[in-house]
C-alpha cells in the first residue's frame, strides 16, 4: 500500500495493514491515530518509538505470532508470509546446524518460557545461532528488553516492507 493510501484509509483499514506487523493494538492504534504522516521515514519514526514500553502482556501476545527460528510458518496468513521471507536466510538444510538450533530453541524455553525471538532478516543460521547461544547466558529481565527490541525492529521492517513511497 502507498503511503498515501496508508494515511487516508480508514481505521479498519490501516489496523489490517499494522497488526500482521506487530500484534499490539496500543502500537496499532498510535500509529493510526497519528496519520496522516509527511513521508514514509516519519512513519517508521514513530512505530519505532509508539507505545514504548510494551507491557509484559503485550509483548507476549505479540510472541505468539512469532514462529521459532528453523520453523518456517506453512500458514497462508499475511504474518506467516512475512516470518517466511524473515527466515529466508536461515539455511536449516545444513541437519547439523538445524539441530544446534533447535536444542538452542529448546534450552532458551526452558529458561525463559517463551520461544526466543530475533530479527531473522539479514542474519544466517550461523550468526543467529551465535545470537542464541550468547543470550542464553543473560537474565530474565535482559531478556525481557532484549525481546521488546527485537519485536519492534521486526515490526519496523515489516511496516517498511508494506507502506511503499
Ligand atoms: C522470527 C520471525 O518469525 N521473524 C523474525 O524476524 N523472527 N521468529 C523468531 N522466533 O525469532
Not at 18 to 32: E, N
Not at 47 to 56: G, H, M, V
Request: proline share 5%; with cysteine.
Amino acid at each position: 500500500m502507498k503511503l498515501a493510501e496508508f494515511n487516508s484509509a480508514d481505521p479498519a483499514r490501516a489496523a489490517t495493514v499494522l497488526k500482521p506487523c506487530l500484534d499490539v493494538w496500543r502500537w496499532v492504534d498510535a500509529i493510526s491515530a497519528a496519520r496522516p504522516f509527511p513521508s514514509r521515514r516519519a512513519l517508521l519514526a514513530f512505530a519505532a518509538e509508539a507505545a514504548e514500553p510494551f507491557t509484559a502482556a503485550e509483548v507476549e501476545a505479540a510472541m505468539a505470532h512469532h514462529p521459532r527460528i528453523g520453523e518456517r510458518p506453512a500458514a497462508g496468513t499475511a504474518e506467516a508470509s512475512m516470518s517466511r521471507s524473515e527466515q529466508s536466510a536461515v539455511n536449516t538444510t545444513d541437519a547439523e546446524m538445524a539441530q544446534a538450533l533447535a536444542q538452542g530453541n529448546r534450552d532458551y524455553e526452558e529458561k525463559f518460557g517463551r520461544v526466543f525471538l530475533i530479527r531473522a532478516a539479514g542474519r544466517t543460521a550461523p550468526e543467529i545461532l551465535d545470537a542464541l547461544t550468547e543470550r542464553l547466558a543473560h537474565s530474565p529481565a535482559e531478556e525481557d528488553t532484549i525481546v521488546a527490541q527485537q519485536l519492534r525492529e521486526i515490526a519496523v521492517l515489516r511496516l517498511e516492507g508494506v507502506i511503499g513511497e
